[in-house]
Structures are given as structure tokens and as C-alpha cells.
């Protein structure tokens, strides 16, 4: 059974703090992603990795860093929380898209259980 | 502008009823389409994948428009069961890109 596994249902920080939250996948997936998702925004990507010690920017990166290692982890740092990064963090994974640039079902994103990270 | 765009909801229909949710795309170059189900609190989970021939799984079936830039769901015989938010998604260059949700109740 696939799985893709976060190591915090439930966290609550404080202003200022810096934030870990980890991913981890058993399937050998080269493609890892952060979300956050929001109330009416839905989900939207932090960092993204294609490999190790690869990343890219998502459309909302600002306040956040990523570390990936290791090909099955990868960690969303906030240097600083703040309030407004009050949110459900999503970690996904993938396999890398063939080189065509298709896709199929076999390339579903795989989601962790999420995150749900207050920030007082 | 949002890269997908859905209707938010809620759909409310019976049981039994046959619902359709629309959704549109903004790049014209969008490589594969997805339909994903997300029950309240859990994390989303791939419900099918959109063939540009339109694909059929069960009572569920998805279209794809690449002219007017939209996708399609529509679910014949709405089970309670099938109460949940649908995310369209399309995925361009190894990144996905996700709508809002569409919100459906199935009431008895």
C-alpha cells in the first residue's frame, strides 16, 4: 500500500518560531510538493522537488525553505512563523513525468494526510 | 486569475440524481487533466484521470474540451457516499495546479 506520511496531524506554534514539518514517501517517487490550502483558495504550491537536493519555487514560496536529502523526504521550514501561515500543509508526491510530458493515472499526485498548523 | 477555475457550490441533490461539474483551465498548453476527491478533513485522493476521448469509470464519467478549455464530471446515480468536495486539476511541465473544489451533498 502506497503511502506518503507527514510527522504532524495537529502542531501549534508561536510567532516566531521556526517550523518543521516533514514528509515522507515509500514509493520511489522522484517529484515531491508542498501545498498549503485554504478556506476558498484551495491548494496552493509552496516549493516543489523533481530530485535530491533539487527545488523550485511554487506560486507562494515567500517565508517558507524546503530541504530534500533524501529522495523519500522532503521538509517545509518556516523560518519564522507568523500568523497569516496559519494553514493546512498538504506534502504530495509523484513520479516524474515521461519525457513526452504525459501523464496517467499510474502519475497521480499521492497526498500525506496533512498538517494543521495554528500559529498564536 | 486562478490557472483552474470551478464552480464552488455546494450542489445539492437526492439521491439517485445525475449531477455535472464544470471546471476551465487558462493554459492552453495544460499537458493532462485529473478529477480528485477530497472528503472534509482528509487529504485529496485521485478520483480519475480526463482522456482527451472522454473516459468512463463506473457511474462516473470525464469529458475534456481542449477547444474551450474546460473539463467535465458527471456522476449518474449520486450515492450519500458520494458527498465531498471535487478538485479539478490540470498538470503542465511537472507541476499540478489545482481549482477551488466543487462542494456536492447527496441527501436521502
Known amino acids: 500500500d502506497v503511502k506518503v506520511t507527514q510527522s504532524s496531524r495537529y502542531l501549534v506554534k508561536r510567532t516566531g518560531e521556526k517550523v518543521f514539518l516533514e514528509c515522507v514517501q515509500d514509493?520511489?517517487?522522484?517529484?515531491m510538493f508542498w501545498y498549503r490550502q485554504d478556506p476558498g483558495l484551495g491548494l496552493r504550491l509552496i516549493y516543489f522537488?523533481?530530485?535530491?537536493?533539487?527545488?523550485e519555487k511554487g506560486d507562494i514560496p515567500e517565508g517558507y525553505s524546503v530541504s530534500r536529502e533524501k529522495k523519500e523526504r522532503f521538509s517545509l521550514i518556516l523560518e519564522s512563523a507568523s500568523t497569516n501561515q496559519t494553514s493546512m500543509y498538504l506534502c504530495?508526491?509523484?513520479?516524474?513525468?515521461?519525457?513526452?510530458?504525459?501523464?496517467?493515472?499510474?502519475?497521480?499526485?499521492?497526498f500525506g494526510p496533512g498538517t494543521r498548523l495554528t500559529v498564536l | 486569475r486562478k490557472e483552474v477555475e470551478q464552480d464552488p457550490g455546494p450542489f445539492n441533490v437526492p439521491e439517485g440524481a445525475t449531477v455535472a461539474f464544470n471546471c476551465t483551465y487558462s493554459?492552453?498548453?495544460?499537458?493532462?487533466f485529473f478529477w480528485y476527491r477530497q472528503d472534509c478533513r482528509k487529504e485529496p485522493k485521485l478520483l480519475m484521470s480526463v482522456y482527451s476521448s472522454g473516459n468512463e469509470d463506473g457511474r462516473f464519467t470525464a469529458q475534456l474540451n481542449r477547444a474551450s478549455q474546460y473539463i467535465s464530471l458527471l456522476i449518474r446515480d449520486s450515492k450519500l457516499s458520494d458527498s465531498a468536495t471535487y478538485l479539478c486539476?490540470?498538470?503542465?511541465?511537472?507541476?499540478?495546479?489545482f481549482g477551488s473544489g466543487t462542494k456536492l451533498n447527496v441527501k436521502p
Open positions: 514509493m520511489d517517487h522522484e517529484n
Open positions: 486539476v490540470s498538470f503542465f511541465l511537472n507541476k499540478f495546479y
Open positions: 522537488s523533481y530530485d535530491v537536493k533539487m527545488k
Open positions: 504530495a508526491s509523484s513520479r516524474r513525468a515521461r519525457p513526452s510530458g504525459k501523464l496517467s493515472g499510474y502519475n497521480e499526485q499521492f
Open positions: 493554459n492552453s498548453a495544460s499537458q493532462s
